[in-house]
T-cell receptor, first 113, second 111 residues
Framework: GEQVEQRPPHLSVREGDSAVITCTYT??????FFWYKQEPGASLQLLMK?????EINEGQGFTVLLNKKDKRLSLNLTAAHPGDSAAYFC????????????FGQGTSLSVVP | EAAVTQSPRSKVAVTGGKVTLSCHQT?????MYWYRQDTGHGLRLIHY???????EKGDIPDGYKASRPSQENFSLILELASLSQTAVYFC??????????FGEGSKLTVL
């Protein structure tokens, strides 16, 4: 089945710097991708939903890139601020399983002033 | 108002005891899920359900049972809790577009 590898597990950047989190997946037919943010002690909140037809998706302060050829999904936070400190998870819905999302292992991001 | 609510939010159980985690959703979603979260493992799927009175095994079902008595309610049952089941458990419901809506989480400590 689908497998998702997320890197790095921990990331520390200075305020104003960029931060990049990457997920690679195995199923070339995967078509829905998600990024979730989890603040300390809280639940997971959807950051962005990406369809396979769109390779660049922009949000508020971040960009999600989908490289279908390399089966790689990345979350780029531009000009990170302390409020971005959280755990981030990618999730992939494989073509073989409509019912399930496969999550990456998570990245703990720390933005220091 | 929170659309997915879990109870209890925190529980301490003894090894071999029975634990029931409850989840209630007001999203009118058919699919509901139970995940466990461990440091370094992300979220792993335990059980899920797409209709009342029916449950499906996820990726790590051993040691867990699930119950879906109604569309709104989905429970996770640990008949004989073990130390290795210490974790944070999340319930979620899924919209037709595939987005998961998570509850606040239930922190379970087994001693």
């Amino acid at each position: 089945g689908e497998q998702v590898e997320q890197r790095p597990p921990h990331l520390s950047v200075r305020e104003g710097d960029s931060a990049v989190i990457t997920c690679t997946y195995t199923d070339p037919n995967s078509y829905y991708f998600f990024w979730y943010k989890q603040e300390p002690g809280a639940s997971l909140q959807l950051l962005m939903k990406v369809f396979s037809s769109t390779e660049i998706n922009e949000g508020q302060g971040f960009t999600v890139l989908l490289n279908k050829k390399d089966k790689r999904l990345s979350l780029n936070l531009t000009a990170a601020h302390p409020g971005d400190s959280a755990a981030y998870f990618c999730a992939v819905r494989a073509s073989s399983s409509f019912s399930k999302l496969v999550f990456g292992q998570g990245t703990s991001l720390s933005v220091v002033p | 108002e929170a659309a997915v609510t879990q109870s209890p939010r925190s529980k301490v159980a003894v090894t071999g005891g029975k634990v029931t985690l409850s989840c209630h959703q007001t999203n009118n979603h058919d699919y509901m899920y139970w995940y466990r979260q461990d440091t370094g493992h992300g979220l792993r799927l335990i059980h899920y359900s797409y209709v009342a009175d029916s449950t499906e095994k996820g990726d790590i079902p051993d040691g867990y049972k699930a119950s879906r008595p109604s569309q709104e309610n989905f429970s996770l049952i640990l008949e004989l809790a073990s130390l290795s089941q210490t974790a944070v458990y999340f319930c979620a419901s899924k919209s037709n577009t595939g987005q998961l809506y998570f509850g606040e989480g239930s922190k379970l400590t087994v001693l």
